[in-house]
């Protein structure tokens, strides 16, 4: 008699990080992550690099997610992978080695859109954390992405926001960069932010139209406030560090919580729910649960581990799909622009 079990393989490689999940009936049996160091010595993420770590770690970390998960290969019901959007290196690696590996076992493709993974990243099932109800509003920032969509169902999402030219992550890192903080300077940011006085230094705000986002802007009046600081002290950056975090973060935060609320005012949508790499920074959680308080928004927070990228948000909507049978064939290929 078959197994009742449905058990998904996920694969993620869709920047610089080789994933691989696998999920037992929408539980977690396993979730690894190969991270590479390499791009911290340039500063960011080099594409021809990361496809070679991607061929180095995809065969161990999928052999390690199987065995971690106590299953054999041959017990996998179907394989997820990301097909876009990414860098292409990256992807063509993991969509060809979920090809393969589907053929070879005879078990059903199913091709997921990173974007969508980070939304449905909720619904894995996890003690302690509800799901969100439909539909809801995902806030979805990371390094390549700043979006509010609107979530009807699992596989009904309209875009109804994005950035006009950087994402938020991108924002930070660069900002990193001109305070002299390693590769990836998000979190570092994050972390002295928390020590810093966020009304130190007024920064302008961005007037961009509808649901929109632009962060070019504040990027570049960092720039020339910093430019124009050190003529005067050559050590203002050591010297404000932790209050220059404190009010870039303030900013940001202020940019993705007004829009937000511009959000919920036009669709009457009350439950929100984040994802993506920022959706870990302190600044937007606390401001987010703050917001659950104060106009009695329902909001969800993912569990750290599902907020960058990670191959289990990938198995859960491999999971959905499956029920639906919703399978590719051996002729799709990789999507670098992948429109939800």
């Given at each position: 008699?078959?197994?009742?079990?449905?058990?998904?393989?996920?694969?993620?490689?869709?920047?610089?990080?080789?994933?691989?999940?696998?999920?037992?009936?929408?539980?977690?049996?396993?979730?690894?992550?190969?991270?590479?160091?390499?791009?911290?010595?340039?500063?960011?993420?080099?594409?021809?690099?990361?496809?070679?770590?991607?061929?180095?770690?995809?065969?161990?970390?999928?052999?390690?997610?199987?065995?971690?998960?106590?299953?054999?290969?041959?017990?996998?019901?179907?394989?997820?992978?990301?097909?876009?959007?990414?860098?292409?290196?990256?992807?063509?690696?993991?969509?060809?080695?979920?090809?393969?590996?589907?053929?070879?076992?005879?078990?059903?493709?199913?091709?997921?859109?990173?974007?969508?993974?980070?939304?449905?990243?909720?619904?894995?099932?996890?003690?302690?954390?509800?799901?969100?109800?439909?539909?809801?509003?995902?806030?979805?920032?990371?390094?390549?992405?700043?979006?509010?969509?609107?979530?009807?169902?699992?596989?009904?999402?309209?875009?109804?926001?994005?950035?006009?030219?950087?994402?938020?992550?991108?924002?930070?890192?660069?900002?990193?960069?001109?305070?002299?903080?390693?590769?990836?300077?998000?979190?570092?940011?994050?972390?002295?932010?928390?020590?810093?006085?966020?009304?130190?230094?007024?920064?302008?705000?961005?007037?961009?139209?509808?649901?929109?986002?632009?962060?070019?802007?504040?990027?570049?009046?960092?720039?020339?406030?910093?430019?124009?600081?050190?003529?005067?002290?050559?050590?203002?950056?050591?010297?404000?560090?932790?209050?220059?975090?404190?009010?870039?973060?303030?900013?940001?935060?202020k940019i993705l919580m007004d829009k937000l609320k511009k959000g919920v005012k036009q669709t009457g949508v009350k439950e929100i729910?984040?994802?993506?790499?920022?959706?870990?920074?302190?600044?937007?959680?606390?401001?987010?649960?703050?917001?659950?308080?104060?106009?009695?928004?329902?909001?969800?927070?993912?569990?750290?581990?599902?907020?960058?990228?990670?191959?289990?948000?990938?198995?859960?909507?491999?999971?959905?799909?499956?029920?639906?049978?919703?399978?590719?064939?051996?002729?799709?290929?990789?999507?670098?622009?992948?429109?939800?």
């Open positions: 008699m078959a197994s009742q079990n449905i058990y998904i393989l996920g694969i993620e490689s869709s920047c610089d990080d080789t994933a691989a999940a696998v999920l037992c009936n929408g539980k977690i049996k396993s979730n690894i992550v190969a991270t590479q160091k390499i791009h911290e010595e340039y500063g960011g993420v080099v594409p021809e690099l990361a496809s070679r770590a991607h061929q180095q770690n995809i065969v161990p970390v999928i052999d390690q997610a199987i065995k971690k998960a106590g299953i054999t290969k041959e017990e996998l019901s179907a394989i997820a992978f990301t097909r876009g959007p990414g860098l292409m290196g990256s992807l063509l690696v993991g969509t060809s080695f979920a090809k393969s590996m589907a053929m070879a076992l005879d078990i059903p493709l199913i091709e997921v859109n990173h974007m969508q993974a980070h939304l449905l990243a909720h619904f894995i099932e996890e003690d302690g954390f509800e799901k969100p109800n439909f539909p809801f509003l995902g806030l979805t920032i990371s390094g390549g992405h700043t979006q509010i969509v609107k979530v009807t169902d699992y596989f009904t999402m309209e875009v109804i926001g994005e950035t006009l030219d950087d994402a938020v992550g991108e924002a930070y890192d660069k900002c990193g960069k001109m305070l002299n903080l390693p590769y990836p300077g998000g979190p570092l940011i994050d972390k002295y932010a928390q020590e810093g006085n966020p009304k130190a230094f007024p920064f302008p705000k961005p007037n961009v139209k509808n649901l929109d986002f632009s962060f070019s802007g504040l990027k570049t009046s960092m720039l020339y406030f910093l430019e124009r600081e050190q003529k005067l002290n050559p050590n203002f950056i050591e010297e404000n560090l932790k209050d220059i975090c404190a009010s870039f973060q303030f900013t940001v935060v729910a984040i994802g993506g790499g920022v959706s870990a920074n302190s600044g937007v959680r606390t401001a987010l649960t703050e917001a659950q308080q104060k106009f009695g928004w329902k909001t969800y927070i993912p569990k750290f581990e599902y907020t960058t990228d990670n191959a289990a948000m990938i198995a859960i909507v491999g999971h959905h799909k499956y029920l639906k049978k919703e399978f590719s064939d051996a002729s799709i290929t990789a999507k670098a622009r992948y429109a939800l």
